[in-house]
């Protein structure tokens, strides 16, 4: 019984950290879905072209490393927090759309790292998928 009890706390614990977390970054709304759903496939298709394909540019054997791993979960962190800004300014000036084009920007990012990442697999993929991605940020970067 005292197992289960520890479990709940612990569980509880977690979706209260999760619940002032997603508050701070705007709320969970389709577009932070996309950005951390973007956000972790990245990180899993680096991995795999760092583990399985070895053609990594970021190492000079190009496998896998420690370091560069953390680097890329602290950029994501980065990002993350630029959201929060992003929501923070539009709490501030009454507006919308501050978040959205830090959301949109950065998923475009992780969508083309993304194709980049494949590409090194030897995955092919159509060029409008590319160009799309660039034209979401080129509409961000204008917002």
Same mark, same amino acid.
């Given at each position: 019984?005292? +197992?289960? *009890?520890?479990?709940? *706390?612990? &569980?509880?614990? &977690?979706?209260?950290?999760? #619940?002032?977390?997603?508050?701070? %970054? #705007?709320?969970?709304? #389709?577009? %932070?879905?996309?950005?951390?759903?973007?956000?972790?496939?990245? @990180?899993?298709?680096?991995?795999?072209?760092?583990?399985?394909?070895?053609?990594?540019?970021?190492?000079?054997?190009?496998?896998?490393? !420690? !370091?560069?791993?953390?680097?890329?979960?602290?950029?994501?962190?980065?990002?993350? +927090?630029? +959201?929060?800004?992003?929501?923070?300014?539009?709490?501030? /000036?009454?507006?919308?759309?501050?978040?959205?084009?830090?959301?949109?920007?950065?998923?475009?990012? =992780?969508? /083309? !790292?993304? /194709? =980049?990442?494949?590409?090194?697999?030897? +995955? $092919? @993929? $159509?060029?409008?998928?590319? !160009?799309?991605? =660039?034209? /979401?940020?080129?509409?961000?970067?204008?917002?």
């Amino acid at each position: 019984m005292k +197992v289960q *009890a520890v479990k709940n *706390a612990v &569980l509880a614990a &977690l979706a209260a950290a999760g #619940g002032f977390i997603s508050e701070r %970054l #705007g709320g969970w709304d #389709g577009a %932070l879905a996309l950005l951390v759903s973007l956000m972790a496939a990245d @990180y899993v298709t680096g991995l795999l072209v760092a583990l399985v394909f070895r053609r990594s540019g970021k190492t000079a054997g190009g496998g896998a490393s !420690s !370091s560069a791993g953390f680097r890329g979960i602290v950029k994501k962190a980065m990002i993350l +927090v630029l +959201v929060g800004v992003g929501a923070a300014l539009d709490a501030a /000036l009454g507006t919308g759309w501050a978040r959205t084009a830090v959301i949109f920007f950065f998923a475009a990012n =992780e969508g /083309l !790292s993304i /194709l =980049e990442n494949t590409a090194l697999m030897g +995955v $092919p @993929y $159509p060029a409008a998928l590319r !160009s799309a991605l =660039e034209a /979401l940020g080129e509409k961000a970067e204008k917002k």
